[in-house]
């Protein structure tokens, strides 16, 4: 294989890492290995120029372009890399109509001289038809043109049909498009368009043609006659067309390179929408595509789809090309004219690929990542014969340096000082100096000697008695005890004392009276039970003897409780405790409250069912339902009977939990 070009919408450009197989390496130039691309084409990179990283541009043996949105946040955006060993492009820019301008430019594309740019701009009469603000069409970061001495390549994100909302932007853009790939004809270079087109071609190519025209009541031929769809189908060489052939667009220019390959296979679908798990199912669109010039289908070699590559609600597309290919008569390697003139010939380097080489348009030479390097690349790049004589080996350490250390070492405080002062005359390399002036220096034995108290202090408290009996007042507080007040010494007492109160009421018979406790009692008890839960120690004390056997204080009655009083106050309700709250009680009422109503499960296959959000504006926006887990058929509707999703659809508004009817 000499060269392919793979197209992908990743929908995001860090999106494909959290999926196999590009999670184990979680690197592009690991991801485009796994492809085994040498041109890159991706679509939908959601980030804006501010959010490039060296990862995403300093890639190893890559070059890289990149349209973003001028405007937008998380929205569009293309790239395209290019691998170096293979191809380097000649010119690069960005936008369809040629009005944007180059970096560190004023100069639009469009009135750059002619050996400086690609051409093939829409003419201001052509612009003008498109009823759509040029600058505007071009800022949202959809089309990257690279051209190469063999072709010009296109990588697009045309916009979806986003319900009727901008169907005039749409369709100006795709007449932009149509009109840019028919002026470059017209010159006499070949085209290549790759990229997410938003547009199928014929049923063949989407599962839902039939229910479309069932929906909009309209027929096969108005289908076919939808404005997008009919200037794509007279761009391409075989496409359908009902009636006369639009005014310039009287012959095709490009080829459907996978569909060529591949004419009458179904289910060959480049899309699926995740909201309802289409893609298991099979029940997608094509709508991704590598397209060439006519008089390149005998360059390919080979084209389809990748389905089975995860990563995105797109998957990959590819075209491989040959090795030799018929240049207007002459047969040439494809290496020849896929990179500036004199680098190949025959298929054999000539020279390196250099930074001169790279277009001003490149990632690479953005003012945040010029003149830099990756680290791995550092490494692994070759040092130049000036650089590697130019190495000066460090200075070795002399024997006289080496000797006045080791006497320093022995020598009093007098001696060090003299002997410093003498062999001042050899200083060895600062590290050196610094390192044997810290052996010797009397400061720094004095910190070490003061720094020594400190950890047998450390021990001594890790080891003494004190902190048991400490933890034993204190204790480890829950985490609602750091959002109270510290409670002072009389609030302990009264702890302690309802400790004592509750040992007598454990022991105390349920016939003895309980009219001698009063109000201030029961607000005693329920102030300070949860002061016990957040001052309950972790650890016994010392003495074994647990905190509450203490005496009494003034404020605790003598009297002995009832142990249904702190079990339940339901059997006081008319008393002074009708305000005690059983603690498990409304444990248990607060927990059937937020548990999670189970599932309802499906009719047809008595599986849980997956519960959604109508988005759809109207009158049930916003309500959940119910509906049967399994992903949607092929034949898009839900079935009875098979493996795919039935007819189960429930309210949530309506699932009581399975408790009622």
């Known amino acids: 294989m000499a060269l392919r070009i793979t197209t992908w ?22 991801m485009f290995d796994i492809l085994e691309a040498d041109i890159v084409v991706m679509q939908e990179l959601k980030i804006q ?13 890559w070059d890289c372009y990149f349209s973003l949105p001028k405007h937008k946040k998380g929205y569009s955006g293309v790239g ?19 009005v944007l301008c180059p970096p560190d430019s004023s100069t639009p594309y469009r009135e750059l001289p002619d050996d400086q740019c690609i051409g093939g701009y829409p003419t201001p009469a052509q612009i003008a038809d498109l009823g759509v603000d040029p600058a505007a069409l071009d800022a949202e970061g959809r089309c990257v043109a690279l051209e190469f001495p063999a072709f010009v390549l296109f990588g697009v994100y045309s916009p979806a049909n986003s319900n009727g909302m901008r169907d005039d932007f749409r369709y100006g853009f ?18 290549i368009l790759t990229g997410d087109l938003n547009v199928s071609r014929e049923e ?32 391409l060489e075989g496409g359908r067309v009902y009636g006369e052939r639009d005014e310039g667009r009287e012959k095709p220019i490009l080829w459907d390179i996978c569909r060529g390959f591949h004419e009458d296979r179904k289910g060959m679908y480049t899309h699926w929408e995740q909201k309802i798990n289409a893609r298991p199912g099979n029940y997608g669109s094509r709508i991704d595509y590598v397209l060439c010039s006519i008089e390149m289908k005998s360059w390919i070699l080979d084209s389809n789809i990748q389905e089975g ?42 020279r390196e690929y250099s930074t001169k080489d790279i277009p001003a348009f490149s990632g690479k030479l953005l003012p945040e990542f010029d003149k830099r390097r990756s680290i791995k690349d550092m490494f692994t790049r ?37 002997t410093d002062a003498a062999s001042g005359q050899n200083l ?57 007040p510290k409670a002072s010494a009389s609030t302990l007492t009264d702890t302690k004392s309802l400790s004592t109160v509750e040992d007598f009421a454990s022991n105390a018979s349920p016939l003895e009276p309980t009219s001698s406790f009063t109000p201030t009692f029961n607000a005693h008890v329920s102030e300070t039970t949860s002061m016990v839960t957040d001052l309950a120690p972790t650890t016994p004390s010392s003495s074994g003897n647990p905190p509450c056997e203490t005496s009494d204080t003034p404020t605790t009655p003598k009297a002995k409780p009832s142990p249904s009083l702190l079990r339940s106050p339901s059997t006081h309700s008319d008393g002074p405790d009708a305000d005690f709250i059983d603690p498990i009680v409304s444990k248990e009422s607060w927990t059937k409250l937020f548990t999670k109503k189970p599932a309802p499960r499906c009719e047809g296959h008595d599986e849980p069912c997956i519960t959604l959000t109508t988005k759809k504006s109207g009158l049930n926006c916003g309500r959940q339902f119910w509906i049967c887990p399994r992903p949607l058929g092929p034949s898009g509707n839900k079935e009875r009977g098979t493996q795919w999703r039935c007819g189960t659809f429930i309210w949530a508004s309506d699932w009581n939990g399975g408790s009622g009817s």
Request: aromatic share 6%; charged share 25%; with cysteine.
């Open 9 to 30: 919408n990743v929908n995001g450009i860090r999106n494909p890492f959290g999926y196999q197989p590009w999670r184990e390496t979680r690197t592009f130039n690991g």
């Open 49 to 61: 120029r501010k959010d490039l990283r060296d990862d995403m541009v300093l890639v190893p043996g």
């Open 80 to 98: 395209i890399y290019t691998r170096q060993s293979v191809c380097a492009p000649i010119r690069a820019e960005e936008g369809l109509l040629g």
């Open 174 to 191: 795709v007449i932009a498009l149509d009109t840019r790939i028919r002026n470059l004809e017209k010159m006499g270079k070949r085209v």
């Open 204 to 235: 063949i190519d989407t599962a839902k043609a039939e229910e479309s025209m069932r929906k909009e009541g309209i027929t096969r031929e108005e289908y076919f006659n939808a404005p997008n769809r009919r200037i794509f189908n007279q761009l």
């Open 309 to 350: 590559l995860m990563g995105s609600d797109h998957c990959p597309v590819y075209a491989t090309f040959k090795q030799k290919v018929d240049l207007r008569g002459k047969e040439v390697d494809i290496l020849d004219i896929m990179n500036p003139p004199g680098m190949f010939k025959e298929g054999k380097k000539l």
């Open 382 to 418: 070759k040092p130049s014969l000036a650089t590697s004589n130019s190495n000066i080996e460090p200075p070795t350490l002399p024997s006289t340096t080496v000797d006045s250390v080791s006497n320093t070492q022995e020598t009093d405080s007098t001696s060090t000082s003299n």
């Open 428 to 484: 060895p390399p600062p590290s050196t100096a610094r390192s044997t002036s810290s052996t010797g220096s009397p400061e720094k034995k004095r910190r070490a000697n003061d720094s020594q108290p400190a950890k047998s202090t450390k021990r001594t408290k890790a080891s003494s008695s004190s902190s048991h009996t400490n933890a034993a007042l204190k204790g480890q507080q829950s985490l609602k005890g750091f959002f109270k």
